[in-house]
């Protein structure tokens, strides 16, 4: 094989020649990639990267799921960086079109105005081990609208999970610990439904009186517009599975692993001073109900902000998963254990 380089002054190999190990566990949809005008995969697309794994929808404008491995090799940011960016890269871009998704893909621009986050699927945080795979989570196919309730961490300079979004808290207080406890995590994350409507931005003290140029930022409702007028599909839920490995390297067995399954509701979170008496569980809705148990209230913002409230198992999560894709017609099934034996 001969390779050659026309343009530009770098080459990362590992985007050549590399063998993806963050489908360990299987791939839940059996995704494929397909060229030509083929459309058998158009909704079940599979884009590998060295940094994470996407199964891309074509209907939806957004990722069934994109799974990625991270352990302290891929969270840990060297002394020196090994090589330089290539010329006029920076280390925060805006999201860019995946150069995989060339004829149908969008850049982050389309979200200017929202009045949601432009929210990863694979956080940056995971893939510190040099600016390339950083830069590699700012691409469209790892880009879903998020609420900013859904996403952020609200009080500057605060490590309390009260200061925090669910969605965050996952991040930080289940993912991040076990990771520096040397456990190897397998994870994936991925959307469902679609809200095309304008929506509360936050109902978050904090957010609510942020200030920009003497302007309040997050008052009133979002614009979808941009969004739906190209059929992107805005979520109502966001999702996350985690098979955490305690000894890397073991094999591959049930007996072995733990296994970690979230869904978080993709809005504002309650107006808590209209709320006094708690509110009902989003999670006892009639969609969910019947792979679900019942869910007492949630009673104040610190319930709402926990993990805990949003955790389900992984036999119910994919069950969920499966009766949507039933409802749209699709001709794939989820199952994130297919590997084992």
Do not use: C
């Not at 599975?241 to 399954?261: D, K, L, R, W, Y």
């Amino acid at each position: 094989i001969t390779f050659s380089l026309n343009g530009g002054d770098s080459v990362y190999i590992d985007n050549v020649f590399f063998k993806s190990d963050h489908l360990k566990f299987g791939n839940p949809t059996s995704a494929r990639w397909q060229t030509g005008n083929s459309s058998t995969y158009q909704n079940n697309l599979l884009l590998e990267k060295p940094q994470y794994v996407v199964s891309y929808n074509a209907a939806t404008k957004i990722a069934n799921w994109v799974g990625w491995k991270v352990d302290k090799t891929w969270v840990t940011e060297p002394p020196t960086q090994p090589g330089e960016l290539p010329n006029g890269l920076i280390k925060r871009p805006e999201f860019i079109t995946d150069p995989d998704l060339l004829a149908g893909g969008y850049d982050g621009n389309i979200f200017t105005g929202l009045g949601m986050d432009r929210g990863h699927l694979s956080p940056n945080r995971d893939r510190l081990r040099h600016p390339k795979d950083e830069l590699a989570t700012y691409l469209t196919t790892n880009l879903i609208a998020q609420s900013m309730d859904n996403n952020r961490f609200f009080v500057r300079g605060s490590n309390s999970s009260t200061d925090a979004s669910a969605w965050f808290n996952i991040e930080s207080k289940v993912v991040a610990p076990m990771v520096s406890q040397g456990q190897e995590l397998y994870i994936f994350a991925g959307a469902i439904g679609n809200n095309p409507n304008p929506q509360k931005k936050t109902n978050v003290p904090q957010l609510l009186n942020m200030v920009q140029d003497g302007e309040l930022i997050n008052q009133g409702n979002t614009i979808p517009s941009n969004l739906s007028n190209r059929q992107i599909h805005v979520p109502t839920w966001t999702w996350k599975t985690i098979m955490a490995v305690e000894q890397p390297g073991a094999e591959v067995i049930s007996s072995n692993i733990e296994t970690f399954a979230y869904m978080t509701p993709n809005v504002a979170e309650p107006d808590w001073t209209l709320s006094l008496d708690g509110v009902a569980n989003p999670l006892n809705n009639d969609v969910f109900s019947p792979f679900l148990k019942l869910r007492g209230n949630i009673d104040n913002a610190a319930a709402w902000r926990n993990p805990d409230t949003w955790r389900v198992t992984l036999p119910e999560l994919t069950n969920i998963l499966n009766e949507r894709n039933r409802l749209r017609n699709y001709d794939f099934k989820f199952d994130f254990l297919s590997n084992l034996p």
